[in-house]
């Protein structure tokens, strides 16, 4: 309780209130909506979370990102993190890119060259390394503004992991990039996993970015391809929802 006793009467009374299920928070302010992410109880704090998230977190993570910058406080920084969780996406105007898409685009681009680095003869394997490269820079660029700690170490490991790969591919060393490869796809993969199926739909989230369907849409009965059969449908037996058969 000691953060709540720091927060002015008002908003003190609204968390109460609302908490107690006599009072939404869609009229309140944006700064009401920040005060409340340091709330006790989880019911408060989504709340307000998702009223920011449907508001449009830009102004806010803007406002935000100056006090941050201005005072350094830790609390702000998590803030931040706590509005953009659980999309992982850093909404900045129109640079807002989710940080799980581009995630599964650079595993689609790993999983494309594997073949390639097993067949390709060795003056190629420098080519394949530097289109892996261009595309790690791709995914730096949603990952370079993350402020998020955990992340932020996720993202040195996968520099890590690509250097490591760089080297090995320019010494034509086959036998290594393969196995770099395989494991840096496992390893995005087991946190593209991680996040389930954000919008409840049935279908996993990792499936839905993998087939450029909506992640927080339930699009589980839509049928893009016009084949008659459901996403849902075409997940649990396995097809392209985006392919008519």
Known sequence: MTRLLLLPVPILFLAAAWSCGELG????????????LSHELWRTREEARQQLVARGPDRVV?????????????????????????????AIGD??????AALVAFN???????????????????????????????????????ID?????????????????RLVLKRADRARAIGAVAEMSRKIAQRIEAH??????????????????????????????????????EYRQNRDPGVSD
């Open 62 to 90: 803007r406002l935000l990102l100056e006090e941050w910058e201005r005072t350094g406080d830790p609390l702000v920084r998590d803030r931040i993190a706590f509005i953009l969780h659980p999309w992982g996406a850093f």
């Open 25 to 36: 928070l869609e009229g309140r302010s944006d700064e009401e909506l920040v005060a409340l």
């Open 196 to 233: 389930g199926d954000l919008d409840r739909d049935g279908l996993p989230t990792s499936w839905e970015l993998e087939h450029d369907l909506d992640p927080f849409l339930d699009d589980s009965q839509f049928d893009p391809d016009g084949d008659g059969r459901s996403n849902l449908e």
């Open 149 to 165: 700690g955990e992340l932020v170490r996720y993202r040195d490991h996968l520099v890590s992991s690509v250097i490591h790969l």
């Open 108 to 146: 689609r681009h790993l999983t494309e060259a594997l073949p390639e680095i097993r067949s390709a003869p060795e003056p190629d394997l420098q080519k394949i390394s530097e289109g892996i490269v261009r595309r790690f820079g791709t995914l730096m660029e949603v990952l370079r503004m993350e």
């Open 95 to 100: 640079r807002a890119v989710p940080v799980l």
